[in-house]
């Protein structure tokens, strides 16, 4: 009996230490889905009738000179834009409204500018330096159309995870679905030549009509309804 006690013991013993390490031992990730280019080649098409959407989220920009952060609310119908950032002392609230070839810029002390380079005035008042004509595209999982990629990965979902242009690293951390379509929740920008990080987080996804018709309305929550018409300002915040 008492030999049987002794081996139950011991069986006992090493079941504990078993039970121990495996409860030390790292957990093996997830597989990763493969790519299913298919898919992407399917979701860039429905990309591609988006005409209009609008975001509200927050942006972090990183520079060799400075660092800050804001809140950012993006409408777009076609290519006219209206892009709006508020922030810190630094920053103030600044807004660029337009199509690619001329925009207007007004910041928080009233000072307007009309021009076809925002990119260069909004360095030279924000620190921004993320090309816009680019963003735009980049921002909702698209290469820009008008230069080829020079890398480009896809996901098991047919969306963009990475993408590589113009000098640029576009990473795609989390998508949501808004009406049925896939949409980047939060992104980061990266031109390591030049120093440059931007990470964008996408709080809410608002999308108008995809055949692009001009009666596209976005929700603001804190202005209530605003449309975005060429042509036409839009309520200041």
């Not at 600044?94 to 500018?113: A, F, H, K, Q």
């Not at 698209?142 to 979902?157: C, I, K, R």
Request: net charge negative; glycine share 12%; charged share 20%.
């Amino acid at each position: 009996m008492a030999a049987i006690a002794k081996r139950l013991k011991g069986g006992l013993g090493l079941l504990a230490l078993a039970l121990m390490v495996a409860a030390c031992a790292p957990f093996a990730p997830a597989p990763e889905e493969p790519p299913d280019y298919m898919a992407w080649e399917a979701h860039q098409r429905d990309l591609a009738m988006l005409q209009a959407w609008s975001l509200d989220g927050r942006v972090a920009l990183r520079t060799p000179d400075d660092a800050w952060s804001a809140s950012l609310r993006w409408s777009q119908w076609v290519d006219y834009m209206d892009f709006r950032l508020r922030g810190t002392f630094g920053i103030g609230a600044t807004r660029v409204r337009g199509d690619p070839g001329w925009v207007v810029i007004e910041n928080s002390r009233g000072e307007t500018w009309q021009t076809a380079e925002p990119e260069r005035e909004l360095a030279l008042q924000t620190g921004w330096q993320v090309p816009l004509g680019m963003l735009r595209w980049w921002i909702i999982g698209l290469p820009y159309p008008d230069e080829e990629p020079a890398y480009l990965a896809v996901n098991g979902g047919g969306q963009l995870s990475e993408l590589h242009q113009g000098g640029w690293t576009i990473e795609y951390d989390r998508y949501e679905t808004v009406d049925g379509l896939a949409l980047p929740g939060r992104i980061t920008v990266d031109n390591e030549l030049e120093g440059v990080t931007l990470r964008l987080r996408v709080s809410e996804w608002v999308l108008g009509d995809r055949t692009g018709g001009p009666d596209f309305a976005g929700v603001d929550s804190q202005q209530g309804a605003w449309a975005v018409i060429p042509g036409q300002d839009q309520p200041d915040e």
